[in-house]
């Protein structure tokens, strides 16, 4: 299988992906007082059928507003098996945003039917594809969505996959923990960003931390948010401590000591130092570096 990396835009932080409806005027000018690393414009499941135009065109002056500093700005369309979809992608298109975020996506075949629409539309090839996995279809196709070279992000779609495949929302998410390591497998081989998905319960900031907290631990690179009150906690826990950034310049100058003095076993806090670590401590420095930066 041909995988295709983008180091650049892996480095990019993106621990808080906030979803904003499009068409809540409010919530598009909160979002830009928000610390969120990146926004999600929703035209699909926030926005009301009688709205999904006034929507699109709020959505595009957002991206063009200049008014959100920092923050990586995309599109989540509806899908073009909706009355909206096509319409969506090609406004979307020429509005400027980084990517669009497709939803339900089943094949690599929706991808490239995507990506000739923008080409079609007018989008620059700087614009990306985040595919939203999100249906058992889409875990069983996920290797080659993600090794797609317009796919940029992977967004897993934990309620719509909970709900195609009957299983429970409980806490610790054990039924789908399983379909989610796929997923976080094939965005790994091909190099790409992986983002988990929603908790629902945005008054319990307890059960949202732990559940970021699993998954960092297993592999991903940020969430998906529904409410401006996760943001913070989701921030804090994808982000290097002091302690983790200070452990991983001490590895690097221990390991580099090591090779120079041509010893064979390289220790540091009593701990065996290999090369993986070497990797994952050069990774923790870049990406505090990356929020630093922002």
Not at 15 to 43: C, G, H, Q, W
Not at 45 to 70: F, L
Not at 84 to 90: F, N, T
Not at 106 to 121: D, F, K, Q, Y
């Amino acid at each position: 299988m041909t995988t295709h990396s983008d180091n650049s835009a892996s480095l990019r932080p993106r621990r808080s992906v906030l979803y904003m409806p499009a068409a809540n005027e409010r919530a598009l000018e909160k979002a830009k007082t928000l610390p969120a690393d990146a926004i999600i414009f929703d035209l699909e499941d926030a926005v009301a059928p009688d709205a999904k135009e006034s929507a699109r065109v709020n959505a595009c002056a957002a991206v063009a507003s200049g008014e959100y500093g920092h923050r990586e700005l995309t599109i989540r369309c509806n899908g073009l098996d909706t009355p909206w979809g096509a319409d969506d992608l090609a406004a979307a298109a020429k509005s400027g945003a980084s990517a669009v975020v497709i939803p339900k996506v089943s094949s690599v075949e929706t991808i490239e039917l995507v990506s000739s629409i923008l080409r079609a539309s007018g989008a620059p090839e700087s614009m990306n594809i985040w595919a939203m996995i999100e249906t058992p279809t889409a875990i069983f196709d996920v290797r080659h969505i993600a090794a797609h070279s317009r796919v940029t992000v992977l967004v897993m779609g934990t309620n719509d996959l909970a709900r195609e495949l009957r299983a429970r929302l409980v806490p610790g998410r054990q039924p789908l923990v399983p379909h989610l390591a796929v997923a976080l497998a094939a965005a790994r081989e091909a190099g790409k960003v992986i983002l988990d998905g929603v908790y629902n319960d945005v008054k319990d900031l307890d059960g949202f931390r732990a559940e970021c907290v699993q998954g960092a631990e297993m592999g991903f690179d940020g969430k998906t948010l529904i409410h401006p009150s996760q943001v913070e906690i989701a921030n804090d826990v994808w982000a290097p401590t002091a302690d983790e950034v200070d452990h991983a310049r001490r590895v690097i100058a221990a390991f580099q000591e090591g090779l120079a003095d041509g010893r064979g076993v390289i220790t540091v806090d009593g701990r065996m130092i290999e090369n993986l670590h070497v990797e994952n401590a050069r990774r923790a420095i870049a990406t505090a570096d990356a929020i630093a930066a922002l």
